[in-house]
């Protein structure tokens, strides 16, 4: 609405800022004064953010140093769609008029009424609230389009985390990711960037697990020459190249105890403190965690500290493994099959209805991941039986290795379903087709189709 919109008064003349900033205040509408243009262009810069000005620009075109008419172009060259009003003297017509053609929303003639100063900044801010609602739809749908390409599936699981993605991407809130090896944590922190304000910014991924400890606070928090031995010049930490971004933390169980306590001082300040420095570097980055450990049950048995974890977990986002939606197999091995091709210059060869079944009704200890390097063995001639990488065990069996136990109905049902939701899909949903395929009457397909949510 345009009451949380903000008028800008960009005015040299103290007696006709203050008479412009009390005649809108009385109107309910918020302001902010600056006495010059390079005051108002860093305001507008620093309230902008990583978005843009939420409000509209009234400014005099004589100013001191910059005058209006070099304040309005600089303006309209970082947001076109920024409405800016210029307050012009007796005989500035036709400056006013030559404003206007470059993109001034109106203009003022001195001496002006109250009421007219009023009429124009709520016209202004009106069509200022119609662009940013506009641009807000249209930052979500892109969201949701990217989020949705990326994230290969259509079952309900699949579809709740797309929505959720679309959600949280723009809060800036921290996020805990939990899932299983294998089922995408980075791809997910991904998504949650790129749908987010920050896309533009660096995307920077740290595995925990596979930094060694000595290294970690250099790495992570960074250094400065002479800090110790080996360290000839300044060496900027991830934390901070991260700054206007997404700082993602894989493997977040496995960060030392020490590295804990400065992440958490981190987090707390909104600083960073580089190894052999005393002096704070003020950080603006989201934080992404991933963990396939349970933090809180580590939390409480004191393996990870506590206040460490309720700082990460505002957001929560976990990732089904995929024998829990076994009806995105199909999709996802021919997506893993089209990849692969292009990679190594071959055929995208389809699984046989045999082997399509086979992928479907094995439980994918490894996830997605697993699933992805079967694809490429099977275009690159070597099969693609799930279970040929495992070495021994009970891999092929339904809650094998690295799943949950199923009856023989549940896994009867996870496979019946994912068969359906395949056949529907190769088939664009239409039914006769689908149930030629299957083999079933319409009838049959249809009550199965009730029977899962399809």
Not at 92 to 116: C, I
Not at 246 to 258: A, K, N, R, V
Not at 359 to 369: D, E, F, H, S
């Amino acid at each position: 609405m345009s009451a949380d919109l903000t008028v800008t008064i960009v005015e040299d003349d103290p007696d006709v800022r203050l008479g412009c900033e009390q005649a809108l205040r009385l109107e309910g509408i918020a302001t902010r004064t600056a006495a010059s243009a390079e005051a108002a262009l860093r305001d507008i810069h620093a309230d902008a953010g990583q978005g843009v000005y939420p409000g509209i620009v009234v400014t005099d075109v004589r100013l001191p140093g910059r005058d209006g008419m070099s304040l309005l172009t600089s303006l309209r060259a970082q947001d076109p769609t920024l409405p800016v009003i210029l307050i012009t003297g007796h005989g500035d017509v036709s400056l006013a008029v030559q404003a206007m053609k470059e993109g001034a929303y109106d203009f003022l003639e001195k001496p002006f009424s109250p009421e007219r100063l009023v009429d124009a900044c709520r016209r202004a801010l009106e069509q200022r609230r119609l662009t940013l609602e506009v641009a807000g739809l249209r930052a979500q749908l892109a969201a949701r389009t990217s989020v949705a390409s990326r994230l290969i599936g259509n079952s309900p699981a699949i579809e709740r985390l797309r929505a959720r993605i679309a959600d949280v991407a723009d809060t800036g809130a921290n996020v805990l990711i939990h899932g299983e090896t294998g089922t995408g944590k980075e791809l997910v922190a991904r998504c949650l960037h790129e749908a987010s304000g920050r896309h533009a910014r660096h995307f920077v991924a740290i595995n925990c697990g596979g930094l060694p400890e000595q290294l970690f606070e250099s790495e992570i928090f960074g250094h400065e020459a002479g800090s110790f031995t080996g360290a000839t010049r300044r060496r900027i930490g991830k934390i901070e190249h991260a700054a206007g971004g997404t700082l993602f933390l894989d493997e977040i169980e496995s960060m030392p105890m020490p590295m804990q306590i400065k992440l958490l001082r981190v987090l707390q300040e909104r600083t960073v403190e580089r190894l052999g420095s005393n002096q704070p570097v003020p950080i603006d980055a989201r934080v992404v965690a991933a963990t396939k450990a349970d933090l809180r049950a580590q939390s409480e048995a004191g393996a990870f500290r506590a206040d460490l974890y309720y700082r990460l977990n505002v957001i929560t986002l976990a990732l089904p493994p995929l024998r829990e939606r076994r009806e995105d197999v199909p999709q996802l091995f021919e997506h893993f099959v089209a990849q692969a091709a292009l990679r190594f210059d071959r055929e995208p060869l389809p699984a046989s209805p045999a082997e399509m079944s086979a992928l479907i009704a094995y439980p994918w200890p490894g996830n997605v991941r697993e699933l992805r390097n079967l694809a490429e063995r099977h275009v690159l001639g070597l099969g693609c039986r799930p279970g040929d990488m495992h070495e021994g065990g009970d891999s092929g069996k339904p809650g094998g290795v690295g799943g949950s136990e199923l009856s023989l109905p549940q896994a009867v049902e996870q496979f019946e379903r994912a068969l359906v939701a395949d056949a529907l899909r190769r088939h664009d949903g239409n039914l006769s087709r689908a149930s030629e395929a299957l083999g079933v009457a319409k009838t049959t397909l249809f009550d199965k189709v009730r029977k899962y949510g399809l």
